[in-house]
């Protein structure tokens, strides 16, 4: 088998891959500072498509289900920004209650979010700035899981708030899961960038030991392209922004493209303002 699963499965728990070793003393020693990071570990070798034994190094951390957003009730526009985006994970929470798809990986990282949009660059036509919002929260990860959906569904409300209709179709009713599928590309594209930019060198072994996709999510793998664990940050992060882009322009239609192209958008202040009034 080609595909390595990045999330394995361990007394009836869901793991993250953090680590493929050849030598055992090495993974240990990751075990080791994960753990001293708060979280649990399953260290495990087997074999790997290429005939060796190598050691598997998975992890998942101890999570209280908090989603109280520690928000001053006084707050500036930038506040009511994460203020709205915590809702939106709420909401989306909310929806997938008692589902065993969704499993809480970390706590609610408030103080992340707010730095992300306290940095968001606004200049530029509307597509410039909905595709840095979608990618940088999802490179940055502050929800407990469903960040490509929380991202996405904020960044829709930006365009919204700016007078265009994203996606160019009805949510109500299976919309929803038309923008599931609709944006399936993006997620796995979005996943394997996530993994470059977090875990290139276990991208390169795995390569190196036999394996050609990596599992991203239940329904989907993505192919692992030869030297791209050597990609440095800022390539990556072009990449992903190249992406976000991308399915914003091909889930709107004609008028849409149009008002997305258009070189001025909305500050995040003129933002807050719009969805306030």
């Known amino acids: 088998m080609t595909v390595l699963d990045l999330h394995p499965e361990y007394r009836n728990a869901r793991y993250t891959l953090r680590g493929l070793f050849r030598d055992e003393g090495e993974a240990i020693q990751h075990a080791e500072e994960l753990e001293h990071d708060g979280m649990d570990t399953y260290v495990y070798a087997d074999a790997v498509p290429s005939g060796e034994r190598v050691v598997f190094v998975a992890a998942r951390r101890k999570v209280d289900h908090d989603v109280r957003a520690g928000i001053p009730h006084q707050h500036s526009v930038d506040w009511e920004a994460v203020r709205m985006a915590v809702e939106l994970f709420r909401s989306i929470m909310r929806k997938a209650k008692g589902k065993a798809a969704f499993r809480w990986y970390k706590k609610l990282d408030v103080p992340l979010l707010h730095r992300k949009i306290q940095s968001l660059d606004w200049s530029g036509s509307h597509a410039d700035v909905a595709s840095r919002i979608v990618s940088d929260l ?16 904020f960044t829709r409300n930006y365009l919204l708030a700016c007078g265009i209709r994203w996606p160019h179709y009805d949510l109500r009713g299976r919309g929803h899961q038309r ?3 609709d944006t399936k590309l993006f997620f796995v594209t979005s996943k394997y960038l996530l993994q470059l930019h977090r875990h290139a060198r276990m991208v390169q072994i795995a390569y190196e030991v036999g394996y050609r996709k990596l599992r991203v999510g239940d329904d989907a793998e993505a192919e692992i392209r030869a030297g791209d664990w050597d990609l440095g940050p800022g390539q990556l992060r072009n990449l992903h922004r190249a992406a976000a882009r991308r399915m914003l322009m091909e889930l709107a239609d004609d008028a849409g493209r149009t008002m997305l192209d258009a070189p001025r958008s909305k500050t995040l202040r003129q933002w807050v303002e719009t969805v306030r009034a």
């Open 138 to 153: 999802i490179l940055a990860h502050p929800f407990p899981n469903a960040n490509h959906r929380s991202s996405i569904h």
């Open 179 to 181: 923008l599931h599928r």
